[in-house]
């Protein structure tokens, strides 16, 4: 099992930026995000895979940039352009060979 910490997270404004980042207790395959907004299912963001190209949910494409540290075990998650709707609990997970671990979640609200 691998142990996942975030950090970053906050409030912004519309607009605005915010940067999360994920450090993971070892190595695994593929290394992103999700998020759930009250009241909606989990959603993914972004994620990459090792030797793969960046995935993202199109709500986010061009203003969410996802990059990993493959030696330091760590993915971040760039936030621009802010919108209320990315207002949500956003966790940091791994999937390798099946098996998936979760982040505690970290709290991201856009508010004027």
């Given at each position: ?99 998936i671990d979760w ?10």
């Amino acid at each position: 099992q691998v142990q996942l910490v975030e950090s970053g997270g906050g409030s912004a404004q519309p607009g605005g930026s915010l940067k999360l980042s994920c450090a993971a207790s070892g190595s695994a395959f593929t290394m992103g995000w999700y998020r759930q907004a009250p009241g909606k299912d989990r959603e993914l963001v972004a994620y990459i895979s090792s030797g793969g190209s960046p995935i993202y949910a199109d709500s986010v494409k061009g203003r969410f940039t996802i990059s990993r540290d493959y030696t330091k075990h760590t993915v971040s998650l760039q936030m621009s352009s802010l919108k209320f709707e990315d207002t949500a609990v956003y966790y940091c997970y791994t999937n390798h060979l099946g098996v998936i671990d979760w982040g505690q979640g970290t709290q991201v609200t856009v508010s004027a």
